[in-house]
């Protein structure tokens, strides 16, 4: 079992940033997973907002946060990074992360951190 642990949540104003971080205690090589950062907030299903590759060369964005927000990975300390800037009212949510745990080239987002909460004020 791998465990995910985000942290880096809190209150922040319109157009302020945020960084979170997910750090992972895992048996198998943290490189070996794809990562992901995902948000929800209550009565909304979970979205996707970033993702990065096992070697941290690929990332990809929600359409909504391009240009604002930040994926990264540092595997040597086995922890993946969200760098949100520009925060608006509408990034309010629980943000989790997710490892890929697919072998065969179809993403499946097999483990999942408890998640941390962002509430950005207008």
């Known amino acids: 079992q791998v465990q995910l642990v985000e942290s880096g949540g809190g209150s922040v104003q319109a157009g302020g940033f945020l960084s979170l971080s997910c750090t992972t205690s895992s048996g198998r090589s943290f490189s070996s997973y794809a990562m992901g950062w995902f948000r929800q907030v209550p009565g909304k299903e979970r979205r996707f907002v970033a993702g990065?590759?096992?070697?941290?060369?690929?990332?990809d964005y929600a359409d909504s946060v391009k240009g604002r927000f930040t994926i990264s990975r540092d595997n040597a300390k086995n922890t993946v990074y969200l760098q949100m800037n520009s925060l608006k009212p509408e990034d309010t949510a629980v943000y989790h992360c997710?490892?890929?745990?697919?072998?065969?080239?179809?993403?499946?987002?097999?483990?999942w951190g408890q998640g941390t909460q962002v509430t950005v004020s207008s």
């Open positions: 990065i590759s096992r070697s941290g060369s690929v990332t």
């Open positions: 997710a490892a890929d745990t697919s072998t065969s080239g179809n993403i499946n987002w097999g483990y």
